[in-house]
T-cell receptor, first 112, second 112 residues
């Protein structure tokens, strides 16, 4: 079974721009969660989608948003990029909301 | 406020030795405690997980010990190998919440 895939793997954007990241979960998994990883703050939960609905949200500003499609694929969007948004963005999928989460390789976002 | 505290920050172990990483939590609602292994440039990989109804879980060379009354859990890596050199994260969540709270990570180096 293929793992979680994320595209693109690397991205360079300029301050003020917006960006969309994509995540395809493991086949059959219906829950997708997003995390931000930085050297300073570590791994932090952004939000979780299940059956196309946001079920949980972390402590991030409204510039961070996401959605999930009927095939469970998910996208996250960051608007008005700031230098501090430079991070590795990780997507994790699980079969259901009470099961183990499996992470993708991440998208490395650099904001200049 | 760090929901899960992890120590040590870094660990150097000789090949064949035992690596021990400790984590502590405060939120008594947490009932799912996974450990993840991350290599540079990769996403975290689920190693092993435990729920509070057992005090120990073993999978191959990896063992989780869990102390519910002390709100602590630890990862033991037996017969440590150079290939185990990676960053290890403990995490915690409530079942069904799918938002993992991660420790700050432990960089393990196993010397041949």
């Amino acid at each position: 079974k293929a793992g979680v895939t994320q595209t693109p793997r690397y991205l360079i954007k300029t301050r003020g721009q917006q960006v969309t990241l994509s995540c395809s979960p493991i086949s059959g998994h219906r829950s997708v969660s997003w995390y931000q990883q930085t050297p300073g703050q570590g791994l932090q939960f952004l939000f979780e989608y299940f059956s196309e609905t946001q079920r949980n949200k972390g402590n991030f500003p409204g510039r961070f948003s996401g959605r999930q499609f009927s095939n469970s694929r998910s996208e996250m969007n960051v608007s008005t990029l700031e230098l501090g948004d430079s991070a590795l963005y990780l997507c994790a999928s699980s079969f259901n909301r009470a099961y183990e989460q499996y992470f993708g390789p991440g998208t490395r976002l650099t904001v200049t | 406020q760090q929901q899960v505290k992890q120590s040590p920050q870094s660990l150097i172990v000789q090949k064949g030795g035992i690596s021990i990483i400790n984590c502590a939590y405060e939120n008594t609602a947490f009932d799912y405690f996974p450990w993840y292994q991350q290599f540079p440039g990769k996403g975290p990989a689920l190693l092993i997980a435990i729920r509070p109804d057992v005090s120990e879980k073993k999978e191959g060379r990896f063992t989780i010990s869990f102390n519910k009354s002390a709100k602590q859990f630890s990862l033991h890596i037996m017969d440590s190998q150079p290939g185990d050199s990676a960053t290890y994260f403990c995490a915690a969540s409530e079942t069904g919440a799918n938002n993992l709270f991660f420790g700050t990570g432990t960089r393990l180096t196993v010397i041949p």
